[in-house]
C-alpha cells in the first residue's frame, strides 16, 4: 500500500513565505517522479511543479516559475514545496503526487499516487 503525505500547510500574509513537505512510502514500489499540484474551490486541479527523483531538470509551471521552487531528498522519498512572495491567488489545497515512472506530464490523471492534501491560505 502506498501513501504520499503533505505537510506544512497554513495561513500566511500576503508576501509572505511557506515550506511544504511531502513524504511517499510504499512497500516494493520505488518512485520515479514526484510533484505537487493544487486546486482553490470551484477550480480545476493545476499543476505547480514536479521532479524526477533520479535526475532531470524540475518542471515548474510557467505562472509561478521565480516564486516556487521544489527539492527533493531521495533518501527519504521525500519532496518540499519552498513558496515565496506569496499573493491571495496561491490560496488553494496543495496536492502531493507520486508515481513509480518518469513522469514529464502535467497533466494530474498521468500521476498515480495522492495525498490528502495540505491548505495553503494567503491573506491580502
Known amino acids: 500500500q502506498v501513501q504520499v503525505v503533505e505537510s506544512g500547510g497554513g495561513f500566511v500574509q500576503a508576501g509572505g513565505s511557506l515550506r511544504l513537505s511531502c513524504v511517499a512510502s510504499?512497500?516494493?514500489?520505488?518512485?520515479?517522479?514526484m510533484g505537487w499540484f493544487r486546486q482553490a474551490p470551484g477550480k480545476e486541479r493545476e499543476f505547480v511543479t514536479s521532479?524526477?527523483?533520479?535526475?532531470?531538470?524540475?518542471n515548474v509551471a510557467d505562472s509561478l516559475k521565480g516564486r516556487f521552487t521544489i527539492s527533493k531528498d531521495n533518501a527519504k522519498n521525500a519532496v518540499y514545496l519552498q513558496m515565496n512572495s506569496l499573493k491571495p491567488e496561491d490560496t488553494a489545497a496543495y496536492y502531493c503526487?507520486?508515481?513509480?515512472?518518469?513522469?514529464?506530464?502535467?497533466?494530474?490523471?498521468?500521476?498515480?499516487?495522492w495525498g490528502q492534501g495540505t491548505q495553503v491560505t494567503v491573506s491580502s
Open positions: 503526487t507520486a508515481d513509480p515512472a518518469r513522469v514529464f506530464s502535467s497533466i494530474p490523471e498521468d500521476f498515480r499516487y
Open positions: 510504499g512497500r516494493s514500489v520505488s518512485f520515479g517522479t
Open positions: 521532479i524526477r527523483l533520479r535526475g532531470g531538470t524540475p
